[in-house]
């Protein structure tokens, strides 16, 4: 059974940095690109980042791009995402998803997510 | 970027309906969207890929259509399980989420 803990989130202030982490197990992890999608109160999901499976490969929404790095360890089947300079629009909640073997697009499979607030 | 408008926002139909939402995308996305749904409270599931291709596990009743820049989700026979918001992302070029379309029971 495929399952992703994603941890991390908390309350910090605004340029503030956080690290979310998201334990995965069930799958080949290191077979699979991994994504995070956040979605701010109230409001639909917006796609933040996203890694190939070696990790050679890695790609950012606009809004993130220059503060945010998605990184992750294959050898503990574990996606991170270092959040810096964090702005009161980077609140929200956190999810980390995976897409399917091979295949860097949609995803088959999403964690539960984990809050993020940033708040003077 | 690439963007994703659906239509309605917001539908409200009796069980046992068929319903249909639309995304349509800013330019050709040819077949690579897909849909999913969120129950409140909960992360969005895969209903949809490439189209047309039902995730495994997801109830018959869902469907998906379309290439280029019109793609739709159809629901036959609304189940009171299925209420929550639907979601069709676009996966071209970077990805792109629609705004979403909150399903209602009467």
């Known amino acids: 059974e495929v399952q992703l803990l994603v941890s991390g989130g908390a309350l910090v202030q605004p340029g503030g940095s956080l690290r979310l982490s998201c334990a995965a197990s069930g799958f080949t992890f290191s077979r699979c690109a991994m994504g995070w999608v956040r979605q701010a109160p109230g409001k639909g999901l917006e796609w933040v980042s996203t890694i190939s499976g070696r990790g050679a490969t890695t790609y950012y929404a606009e809004s993130v791009k220059g503060r945010f790095t998605i990184s992750r360890d294959n050898s503990t089947s574990t996606l991170f995402l270092q959040m810096n300079s964090l702005r009161v629009d980077d609140t929200a909640i956190y999810y980390c998803?995976?897409?399917?073997?091979?295949?860097?697009?949609?995803?088959?499979?999403w964690g539960l997510g984990t809050p993020v607030t940033v708040s003077p | 970027d690439i963007q994703l408008t659906q239509s309605p926002s917001t539908l409200s139909a009796f069980v046992g309906d068929r319903v249909t939402i639309t995304c349509r995308a800013s330019q050709s996305i040819t077949t690579w969207l897909a849909w999913y749904q969120q129950k409140p409270g909960k992360a969005p599931n895969l209903l949809i890929y490439?189209?047309?291709a039902l995730q495994s596990g997801v109830p018959s009743r869902f469907s998906g259509s379309g290439s280029g820049t019109e793609f739709t989700l159809t629901i036959n026979s609304l189940q009171p399980d299925d209420l929550g918001t639907y979601y069709c992302?676009?996966?071209?070029?970077?990805?792109?989420f629609g705004q979403g379309t909150k399903v209602e029971i009467k």
């Open positions: 490439k189209a047309s």
């Open positions: 998803a995976k897409a399917p073997p091979l295949v860097t697009g949609y995803f088959d499979h």
């Open positions: 992302q676009q996966y071209n070029r970077a990805w792109t």
